[in-house]
């Protein structure tokens, strides 16, 4: 047996892609974290492991498919306030093309999907202004007849 769920492959996979994209441009990607970046680590991505549902109704008789949701949460700083929406803009765009390079995450996956996007301005009192903002993704994988260690065939 794998050591890891079909579930995690999914997720470690698409960490390492966007590790792998936005990195070297700069960028300081995690998994997990539960504090807030600084600033000196911004622009900052999050990869958050969210939950998932079968699909029942698309279960056939060898393979379950499922939903994932990937909470992708991005984190800019600028020096101006506003130069905070353009930073806020391209950093998304830089997530979503490399969540987006290969939507099998190397065969793992069926495919990955933008669910939804939201952000906003950070006015805490005695921070540096930003902006957050939460990209969700759906990955939809299927599993060898509810098996969640086996990738269907």
Known sequence: MPEMTVRERCLDALHQQLLASLAPQGNTVTRNRRRRPDRK??????????????????????????????????HVAAGRDEDLGAAASDLYGQTLTAALADTTLGGLAIDIEEASYAQELVREE??????????????????????????AP
Do not use: C
């Open 126 to 151: 005695g921070t540096e202004a930003g902006i957050v903002f939460a990209l969700n993704l759906t990955i939809t994988y299927a599993t060898d007849d509810g098996d969640p260690y086996l990738p």
């Open 41 to 74: 680590s911004m622009p900052a991505i999050i990869l958050i492991d969210g939950g998932h549902e079968p699909d029942i109704e698309g279960r056939a008789t060898h393979f379950w498919p499922f939903r994932l949701t990937a909470y992708l949460e991005g």
